[in-house]
């Protein structure tokens, strides 16, 4: 299972980060995700990151805002954005890959966070 | 790559069959996903590679489809399928992206 943060509320301009602790499964060989949903609208994949190496890829739109990390240690990644604007306002999942890393069909998301409810507001 | 999901909403009663259609900007090869999202939840792995059930989904749930246009049927409604209802695709290289997501009311 993942487990993530609480609630964060924060100013505009502000930074927040994120955490989501693995459990019951080899951390280093899945992929984890990272998708936002802004109330009452649809999914939005920000990015992932690999726990073996720290390879990350972001969506375009968060290049520059957005930092993905991992601490195998804890079993935890991490989810840090900065510059908050008020369209940041969201529930942030965490979500494993379901195959491998070293498999071709990495993409598809079988275990989810329970999200964390971030709002930007001044 | 853009998804577009059709319909946005459809009203339908347990036991009756729902077919939602999801469209590709580009070819996509099989490389689509289906998740459930109910209120408040997360979201849930229903469909890989554009056919295959996930883990523990029943066989009500069926994918089917490639290049642009994608399906996903659920044969007989149950009370719990009332859902949103997200496609996604993984082909070649991230991003990866959801369709808008069709309601199932």
């Known amino acids: 299972q993942l487990v993530q943060s609480g609630v964060e509320v924060k100013k505009p301009g502000a930074s927040v980060k994120v955490s989501c602790q693995a459990s019951g499964y080899s951390f280093t060989t899945y992929n984890i995700n990272w998708v936002r949903q802004a109330p009452g609208q649809g999914l939005e994949w920000m990015g992932w990151?690999?726990?073996?190496?720290?390879?990350?890829n972001y969506a375009q739109s968060l290049l520059g805002r957005v930092t993905m990390t991992t601490d195998t240690s804890m079993r935890t990644a991490y989810l840090e954005l900065r510059s908050l604007r008020s369209d940041d306002t969201a529930v942030y999942y965490c979500?494993?890959?379901?195959?491998?890393?070293?498999?071709?069909?990495?993409?598809?998301?079988?275990?989810w966070g329970k999200g964390t409810t971030v709002t930007v507001s001044s | 790559i853009v998804l577009t999901q059709s319909p946005d909403t459809v009203p339908l009663s347990p036991g009756e069959r729902a077919i939602l259609s999801c469209w590709a900007s580009q070819s996509i090869g099989n490389s689509l996903a289906w998740y459930q999202q109910k209120p408040g939840q997360a979201p849930r792995l229903l469909i890989f590679d554009a056919s295959n059930r996930a883990t523990g989904i029943p066989a009500r749930f069926s994918g089917s489809g490639s290049g642009t246009d994608f399906a996903l049927t659920i044969s007989s409604l149950e009370p719990e399928d009332f859902a949103v209802y997200y496609c996604q695709q993984r082909s070649n290289w991230p991003p990866w992206t959801f369709g808008q997501g069709s309601k199932v009311e």
């Open positions: 979500a494993r890959d379901a195959f491998s890393y070293t498999s071709a069909l990495v993409g598809y998301m079988d275990v």
């Open positions: 990151i690999s726990p073996d190496n720290g390879n990350t």
